[in-house]
Structures are given as structure tokens and as C-alpha cells.
């Protein structure tokens, strides 16, 4: 299927080649959040002639993305469909002329010298494959300090049941090394992707625990992956309570069934089953504390229980229906990440 897409880029001043880092954010019905997410990007300590952002507006849902039409290395791109949190970012990727890729979500204040420090230790150790930005939740994106260095860390790291599990640590000065890098704040060589497949995010998974399948790959082929202090990103975080329960139920199983399928593709039959006991019983551990939450929610895990059974149809109908389905990123023509796009309109 072709993929419609439409293109504006302001020119990169005299000389596109000085661009060392592509930033990539993807917007959906995100206005809300652009002044706050585009304003922080457009002042870094980085030189503005050094990096290049590139706004992607999943199925055209977020006009006010124009108002920055003219900024100096601005590019928006628009699909007229929602390609999902995985289509998106590989398209808009694929457009991407740095020599290292930094994601983003929209609900996303950067520090301001995110970027500098991302490119600066990816420069400083060839060994360190893959960033991952030091994550601090906050309920306000509108009263952060973006000139002050935050006290505490916030990792990812997988739990034995399965699920990425977020830590706050005391801060410290060094890059700290994970098992698991979230798709927010992510950071990493367009070169890397080679060990991995040659492809982002497996497009099947439409969104969530695509950051998953690329840590489990990652780590698979030897990739180091490391969180970075000086590179701090400000997430939104949303009330887990909030908005009516059936749409929350369902939000829930999509996620633990992707999670499940993601296992199932990564891991050796056997494996897969020796470690299932464990998957499934970190379906409720996963709801019942879930990001940033200092507190267990015994009641939270008592009612996602029935998140268990769901999960499991979940996970088992997109393994019949996706295996009639060819994968983009089997097509050959997408197998090298070549920075073209079919029917985008440079």
C-alpha cells in the first residue's frame, strides 16, 4: 500500500552535511503539546546549524504544527493516515540527515542541553551504541527549570516478569547501562540499525513495546546501551485512572498482548514457554505500579487480572491475522535505511 504523505522543508543553511543530529518527533491530535515540545527543541545549547528537526504530523492531526514552517531546519511532514507510533517514526526517520537519530514524543520539554550531550557522549565512546535521555516524569510541563540539572534518574530497566520497570535514582555523573531503552528520548547511530535487521520498529506492532522488540534485538547482537544524566527530557505523565474503564481495559490488553507477541518472535519456542508463567503474571504487576508511581496498588492488581485472559486472546489473534501479513521492513527495497520514502513528496 502507498503511503501519501506531504512534505515542507525550510533550506539547512550553506551546508546540509554540517547536520550531526536528526530529532524526531511525532505528532497525533498533539496540539496541545506543541509550544511546550517545539519551543524547548528550538532552544538548545547546540548550535542551530547542527541539527535538524523533523516534525512528522501522524494523519494530518496536528495543524498548529504550520507556526514553525519557517524556522531554519525545520521539516514537517504529514501522513494523510495514522501509520501508529512504529510507522511514523521509521518514515519520518527515514528522512533523517544526521548522523545520529534522537526520538521524541510530543509530550516531551527537553532539557537545554539535551541534545549537545547526546551527540557529545555518542562522539566521545564508539563503543556506546544506543542513548536513552534520563527520563523525569512530571504532571506540568509548563513550570520545568531547563537550565537546571535535575537530582535524581530515571531508568528503565526489564523486570524478570517481563515489562520494562521505570526507577528514580540518585543522579550521577557517568552514563548508566540498561538492558532496555524507551522509544522516548532514544538516541542512537544510523549505522546501528544495520546490526539489528536494518529496520526501527516493527511496523506490525502499531504502537507499544516497540521499544521492546528493538531492546531485545539490540541486546541480542551485542549492542550497549546506556542511559545518559546530562541528557534530560521532561515526559508528561498521564493519570493511569483517568477516563472512562472499558477504553482503559482494552488500552491495557493491546499493550500486554504486544508485549507478549514480542517475546513470542524473540525468544526460542521453548524458551518462550519456560518464561510464559512469568510473562503473564507481569501483566497485573505492571498495572498494579505502574511509571513513576512510588507505591504498589493492591487493588489496581487485583482488578487487572482479568487483563490476563484478554491479553492472551489479544496476543493470539494478532499472531493468526499478522502471519498472513507481509512485515514492511521483508520488502527489499527497505531492508538498507536509504532515507527515501515512497510517495513522500520531497
Not at 504529514?78 to 545520529?100: D, H, P, S
Not at 565512546?125 to 537530582?151: F, H, I
Not at 528503565?156 to 515489562?163: A, D, E, H
Not at 551485542?222 to 545518559?228: E, I, S, T
Amino acid at each position: 500500500m502507498e503511503i501519501k504523505a506531504r512534505e515542507h522543508i525550510r533550506p539547512i543553511g550553506e551546508n546540509r552535511d554540517s547536520i550531526q543530529v536528526s530529532v524526531v518527533v511525532l505528532f497525533y491530535h498533539g496540539g496541545r503539546w506543541v509550544r511546550s515540545c517545539v519551543g524547548a527543541l528550538l532552544d538548545q545549547s547546540m548550535d542551530r546549524s547542527r541539527y535538524e528537526l523533523i516534525f512528522a504530523d501522524n494523519g494530518g492531526s496536528t495543524p498548529s504544527l504550520d507556526a514553525y514552517r519557517d524556522e531554519v531546519n525545520v521539516r514537517i511532514v504529514r501522513w494523510k493516515q495514522n501509520l501508529g507510533f512504529t510507522g511514523g517514526n521509521n518514515r519520518a526517520a527515514e528522512l533523517a540527515k544526521g548522523r545520529v537519530i534522537f526520538l521524541l514524543n510530543q509530550d516531551v520539554v527537553a532539557h537545554h542541553r539535551c541534545l549537545e550531550s547526546v551527540w557529545e557522549e555518542l562522539k566521545r565512546d564508539p563503543k556506546l551504541d544506543v542513548v536513552s535521555a534520563n527520563m523525569q516524569m512530571t504532571t506540568r510541563l509548563d513550570n520545568v527549570d531547563r537550565k537546571k540539572m535535575p537530582s535524581t534518574l530515571g531508568v528503565y530497566r526489564l523486570s524478570p516478569f517481563g515489562y520494562a520497570d521505570y526507577r528514580s535514582l540518585p543522579t550521577q555523573s557517568d552514563p548508566v547501562s540498561v538492558d532496555f531503552v524507551s522509544g522516548n528520548g532514544l538516541g542512537f547511530r544510523k549505522t546501528v540499525l544495520s546490526k539489528v535487521g536494518g529496520y526501527l520498529f516493527d511496523e506490525r506492532l502499531f504502537n507499544y513495546a516497540e521499544d521492546l522488540d528493538l531492546s531485545l534485538r539490540l541486546a541480542r547482537n551485542g549492542c550497549r546501551m546506556a542511559v545518559l544524566p546530562a541528557a534530560t527530557i521532561y515526559h508528561f505523565r498521564h493519570d493511569p485512572d483517568a477516563g472512562p474503564p472499558w477504553p482503559r481495559l482494552k488500552k491495557f490488553a493491546h499493550i500486554s498482548g504486544n508485549r507478549l507477541l514480542v517475546y513470542h518472535r524473540q525468544l526460542p519456542a521453548g524458551l518462550f514457554l519456560k518464561k510464559l508463567p512469568l510473562l503473564l503474571a507481569g501483566i497485573p504487576l505492571k498495572v498494579g505500579r505502574m511509571d513513576a508511581e512510588q507505591r504498589f496498588r493492591a487493588g489496581r492488581f487485583l482488578a487487572a487480572t482479568v487483563l490476563v485472559p484478554l491479553a492472551v486472546m489479544d496476543f493470539v489473534k494478532k499472531s493468526i491475522r499478522q502471519r498472513k501479513l507481509p512485515t514492511r521492513f521483508n520488502d527489499p527495497q527497505y531492508r538498507v535505511f536509504s532515507g527515501k520514502i515512497r510517495g513522500a513528496r520531497q
